[in-house]
């Protein structure tokens, strides 16, 4: 086997010159999707809100509405472009992945937007222990604590953009084809010298 890199579309994806809501967490809320772990998002969330009323709940990446024990902003499924703006506008993301690694994140990280993702599954050995992303426990107030350092402290908030940033930069589907080459090339001699 062979590893390749989920690529960005930078053209979509990037920082652009618009204001910054201070105090907005994006969860992703595809509910119809269990590796998700909505459920667990919401219960992080709810617990945020106990500690910060003030924060603004933009949830999106569903068809319908979900569950939740607290107000927030439905954004349904939205386009590329529609997904950028969100990225750039809002503080924090929240995306939860129990198996493979979700291509959002990194596309967060592109438009400037650290991120808070399960620890000890897949997105660490991606994403690296220290960068855009936060890592946090499978438990709702160890995922709530992350979302809510990200939020009130502004010198953190500013580094973890910086490398997610700096980590998003060099990312393309170029990258990834060429990777997949590789892959198969090397494939491909391996089996021609087991037939020799």
Known sequence: ????????????????????????????????????AVPLAIMAV??????RPQT???????????????????????????????FTRASVGLVLSMTNYSVIPQEMLACGMPVVE?????????????????????DPLALADALERLLDDRQ?????????LAWAHGRTWDLGAEQIERGLREALRLAAAFRA
């Not at 062979?2 to 994806?13: A, L, N, P």
């Open 118 to 138: 399960l620890a000890g599954v897949s997105g660490e050995g991606i994403f690296g222990s220290d960068g855009g992303v936060t890592f946090a426990e499978f």
């Open 56 to 86: 603004r709940v933009l949830s999106f990446g569903n068809s319908a509405p979900i569950a939740t024990p607290f107000p927030y902003e439905d954004l349904g499924v939205l386009t590329l472009e529609q997904l950028a703006q969100t």
């Open 46 to 51: 709810a617990e945020l809100l106990e500690r």
């Open 156 to 164: 953190e908030w500013e580094r973890r953009s910086a490398e997610g």
């Open 1 to 36: 086997s062979s590893r390749f890199s989920f690529g960005i579309d930078h053209d979509t994806y990037h920082p652009r010159d618009v204001p910054r809501e201070p105090n907005s967490v994006v969860m992703y809320g595809r509910d119809i999707t269990p590796r998700r």
